[in-house]
């Protein structure tokens, strides 16, 4: 696989990346044989590096009923998906663009109309039933009665016609993915950059120009009335595992999960980096929002170090016609229907 996000570099790397191979993608727990995890200078175990989610691109986000409780594919179902994946890939390596039925498959993935070549594609693909693995069923929890009422209002939303760019998404407008949104496998742009020096750890997300800045210190979280769209991260080691969690959140416009509703202010997210061998990071993520899931839920995949994948500038703003064009668009039909109501 490659990168093919657009645009040029947007910072050179401040600590260099450890010499890493070419993930595998069975079961997503497995760990090398006799594996020592590596440490910083000063002790931590060390994340460092440029990662990718790349390898999990095409894994539904929700898992399909059929599959119950499963949590990974038979030998014989891995190698139809690979089978699939080559097709994807090979399809995109010429400049075509997959298929609706493509997308039609892939729940909760992205499926705007890109060109081919901007699309991610793998030469591997992972053994997950789906992205999400807790509950056991691999399907996010109902939601609450309030956000089912916000569901039905922001689903009214999208079939207008926008009245202005507040009609549109956070991620239309070039303004933030959300945390989850920043790291989950998508169309493209899945890189992930880990830095470390003592007592802070820097998690830059390639899609949308995302950095935090997570202490580790033990510090508490930022007063509630200090909020952003990508939270307040505080981390700490439990053994090789970095756990961060994040929270105050502006609620109201960034979901937590493909197909959810936009999560409240009391978003609780936990984080979990695991380096499981020179390759791979297991990341799982935990989300917790009483006033939007009836439960928490989990996510979990393995992020792989790729040899020359870089980290390019997300130049959203500079080439983002999308947006004005949809709402002069919206304008010259409002336009066209007052000097002829027989065109409403």
């Given at each position: 696989?490659?990168?093919?996000?657009?645009?040029?570099?947007?910072?050179?790397?401040?600590?260099?990346?450890?010499?890493?191979?070419?993930?595998?993608?069975?079961?997503?727990?497995?760990?090398?044989?006799?594996?020592?995890?590596?440490?910083?200078?000063?002790?931590?175990?060390?994340?460092?590096?440029?990662?990718?989610?790349?390898?999990?691109?095409?894994?539904?986000?929700?898992?399909?009923?059929?599959?119950?409780?499963?949590?990974?594919?038979?030998?014989?179902?891995?190698?139809?998906?690979?089978?699939?994946?080559?097709?994807?890939?090979?399809?995109?390596?010429?400049?075509?663009?997959?298929?609706?039925?493509?997308?039609?498959?892939?729940?909760?993935?992205?499926?705007?109309?890109?060109?081919?070549?901007?699309?991610?594609?793998?030469?591997?693909?992972?053994?997950?039933?789906?992205l999400v693995v807790d509950p056991p069923d691999g399907r996010?929890?109902?939601?609450?009665?309030?956000?089912?009422?916000?569901?039905?209002?922001?689903?009214?939303?999208?079939?207008?016609?926008?009245?202005?760019?507040?009609?549109?998404?956070?991620?239309?407008?070039?303004?933030?993915?959300?945390?989850?949104?920043?790291?989950?496998?998508?169309?493209?742009?899945?890189?992930?950059?880990?830095?470390?020096?003592?007592?802070?750890?820097?998690?830059?997300?390639?899609?949308?120009?995302?950095?935090?800045?997570?202490?580790?210190?033990?510090?508490?979280?930022?007063?509630?009335?200090?909020?952003?769209?990508?939270?307040?991260?505080?981390?700490?080691?439990?053994?090789?595992?970095?756990?961060?969690?994040?929270?105050?959140?502006?609620?109201?416009?960034?979901?937590?999960?493909?197909?959810?509703?936009?999560?409240?202010?009391?978003?609780?997210?936990?984080?979990?980096?695991?380096?499981?061998?020179?390759?791979?990071?297991?990341?799982?993520?935990?989300?917790?929002?009483?006033?939007?899931?009836?439960?928490?839920?989990?996510?979990?995949?393995?992020?792989?170090?790729?040899?020359?994948?870089?980290?390019?500038?997300?130049?959203?703003?500079?080439?983002?016609?999308?947006?004005?064009?949809?709402?002069?668009?919206?304008?010259?039909?409002?336009?066209?229907?007052?000097?002829?109501?027989?065109?409403?």
């Amino acid at each position: 696989m490659q990168n093919r996000s657009l645009g040029l570099l947007s910072m050179a790397f401040i600590a260099a990346a450890m010499a890493f191979g070419q993930a595998s993608a069975p079961a997503a727990k497995k760990k090398t044989a006799n594996w020592t995890p590596p440490k910083t200078a000063w002790g931590d175990p060390d994340l460092q590096g440029t990662w990718t989610g790349d390898d999990s691109y095409g894994v539904p986000f929700q898992r399909p009923e059929n599959f119950g409780n499963r949590k990974f594919l038979t030998d014989e179902e891995l190698a139809e998906r690979a089978k699939e994946v080559d097709l994807l890939s090979s399809s995109i390596e010429a400049g075509v663009r997959p298929n609706a039925g493509y997308w039609a498959r892939q729940k909760g993935v992205d499926a705007a109309a890109v060109p081919a070549n901007w699309v991610e594609y793998a030469r591997k693909t992972s053994r997950q039933t789906s992205l999400v693995v807790d509950p056991p069923d691999g399907r996010i929890p109902p939601l609450t009665a309030e956000a089912r009422s916000k569901a039905a209002a922001a689903a009214a939303l999208r079939g207008r016609r926008p009245e202005s760019w507040e009609d549109l998404t956070m991620y239309d407008r070039c303004i933030t993915r959300g945390v989850t949104g920043s790291i989950y496998p998508a169309i493209y742009g899945n890189g992930t950059q880990i830095v470390q020096s003592p007592g802070l750890i820097a998690i830059r997300n390639e899609m949308i120009h995302e950095t935090r800045i997570v202490p580790l210190d033990g510090r508490p979280h930022a007063p509630a009335n200090l909020r952003t769209y990508m939270g307040d991260s505080r981390g700490h080691w439990e053994g090789n595992t970095l756990v961060v969690e994040t929270t105050n959140f502006i609620g109201g416009r960034v979901s937590a999960g493909a197909g959810s509703p936009p999560y409240s202010e009391d978003l609780r997210l936990v984080e979990r980096f695991t380096r499981t061998n020179d390759k791979s990071i297991q990341y799982e993520v935990t989300i917790s929002d009483p006033k939007t899931y009836t439960a928490p839920w989990t996510v979990a995949f393995l992020i792989t170090y790729e040899p020359g994948y870089r980290i390019f500038e997300y130049a959203c703003h500079e080439g983002n016609y999308a947006m004005p064009n949809r709402l002069s668009a919206a304008r010259a039909e409002e336009k066209a229907e007052a000097e002829d109501p027989a065109k409403k």
